[in-house]
């Protein structure tokens, strides 16, 4: 309150540049944040001690070392990553000549630029919280420069900040909802949002469990039924997993083939099926994740297509960049893989009992024995055979099983008996194929948590899972996951193995174990509809929107009909409300305008002004108007006078109204023509 007028506003503006700038800290390299940092510093020391500001040759050196530095860190001076990096060393160095209104507005300009590069980086609903604050402050700002005499609060200067925000809103909501979105055209970088689920196309032992330290959304299912189907059958389908190298399983080439029918000939359902909508993290793959069986393509958005691979998993035409929403139908009683697609009966399964030579040698002689005992090596069998094992071999569960070698299965099998989900499939199938039994690794997601607030079922990183399949002659492929006979609850009782919670949240769950989850699912749900509702507003939801409204096949030239009659409704809008504002101007001096415009019609000279004893002077002093009219109008012109500068408060709009009624009764003679010579 004691600042000087310019220190205060130049310190409020810093500051709100600051804010603009941090959310992009992370992403920006570490010269440019902290050359951002010392720049705003020096700024406000400047404005503090009022010295004055640094010369313009400084200012180049700076701007010269920026762009050397930008193109050491970038390698290029184009491009999103360089471009940010630019415009926020150029905001930052825009302060250092902040001398006139000039410099302000381009700094306030720069600042709006720089307040929307923040969502190439996240759009979630945190950063769009705390642009919505830069908006303000930066408007603030932008009102304090345009209000140059006094020292206005800034409190008063934010009220109107926020008012004029508050009047934008319906436009902007229009403009969100109507605007014609073109794909790709229309939105942010496809990389925007990419790489948040975490799940490879590929799998080495250990690598499912480090996404177990990761807690963030993978995709969020919405189940019609009014009873979602219990947990244990939750099985996502991802990547199909044949190949292996000794270390490391990979798909082959045939997983990532499409059938040759939308309904693979040898996928077989029954019962009755299970219909949901998934909206899926970014996860910069093409695979969308599905409940098994889904034989029909899930509901894409129009820019995507669905394409099902032989390994009766779902892929999409191009990698999912951006959240993505389906729905799809699904059976969980089926039967697949018993004949070719030719209709033959499958005999070949030999890429699903090759092994590496020399590996794992005392689960090879594992599977000689199972093999052995089990009448005819007849699978099911084998299959029961080696669950058993790993219900009563005193097997654990665990994310840190300790450093893997060479020969992994067989250190599982014999030496640690503990591991994650991927160790206990791996050594699962490599005993099942050792067996003679053709098997092979699924890796997706299993589970889930339902969020009671919204009713989403929220599956995280945390909830990736591996599987095993095994073929049968006469069941054709059937799902094994071994995890769950070494930890039960892991599939059936939301039992997940979980990092340790942070310092905040391991207070919070001490004082209210509830009090934490409570928290969780409301910040989810609002999360979740900030996703669905914004982030997810893509052009079919524009068109479903057209629908609502009563368009039966709406199209884009229905969208621009609609946004354009209510441009037109707006203006009709402004229109009467400008008419209505003008009548709600000063009735007084409306009147006086009028007896001022009926004078010069009569041909009296009228000062533009003169109060209305000079005008009721000026009227009896003329001859153009008959003695009754000056009568008439010396009384009303004096009431007039009356009124403004000995006002009676009490009723001064019934006033007004008695007088533009005296005025009207007024008979003025017709205007004479003036004529030229």
Partial sequence: MHLPRDTRDTLFLLAVVGWVVMPQVRSLPLWCSLLTAGVLLWRGWIALKARPLPSRWWLLAFLLATLAATYGSHRTLLGREAGVTLIVVLLALKTLELRARRDALVIFFLGFFTMLTNFF?????????AMLVALLGLLTALINAHRPVGQPSLRESALLAGKMALLGAPVMLVLFLLFPRFAPLWGLPSDALTGRSGLSGTMKIGAIAELVLDDRVAMRVRFENAQPPPQRT?????????????????????????????????LEVSGSPIRYETTLEPSSRSWLLTLDATPEAPKLPSSQRARLTTDLQWLASSPVTNLLRYRAESYPEFRYGLTAADGRARHDQGEYLRLPPGFNPRTVQLAEELRGRIPDGEPGGIVAAALERLRTGGYQYTLDPGVTGRDSADEFWFDTKAGFCEHIASAFVILMRAAGVPSRIVTGFQGGEMNSVDGYWTVRNADAHAWAEVWMADRGWVRVDPTASVAPGRIGQFQRLRAPDGVMAGAIGALSPTLLAQLRANWEALNNSWNQWVLNYTQDRQLDLLKNLGFEEPSWEDLGKVLAGLIVLAALGGAAWAQWERGQHDPWQRLLAQVRQRLTQSRIEVPPNAPPRELARLANGSNSLPAPIKAALTELLLAMERMRYAPDVTG????????????KRIVWPKPTAIRTY
Avoid: H
Wanted: aromatic share 12%; glycine share 6%; no cysteine.
């Fill in 652 to 663: 001064q709009s019934a006033q007004v109204a008695k007088l533009q009624s005296q005025f």
């Fill in 121 to 129: 980086q996240s759009q979630s609903l945190l950063t769009a919280g």
């Fill in 234 to 266: 939750l099985y996502f389908r991802g990547p199909v997993l044949s190949r292996f190298d000794g270390s490391e399983w990979t798909a082959t080439e045939r997983a990532f083939r499409p059938s040759r029918a939308a309904n693979p000939p040898d």
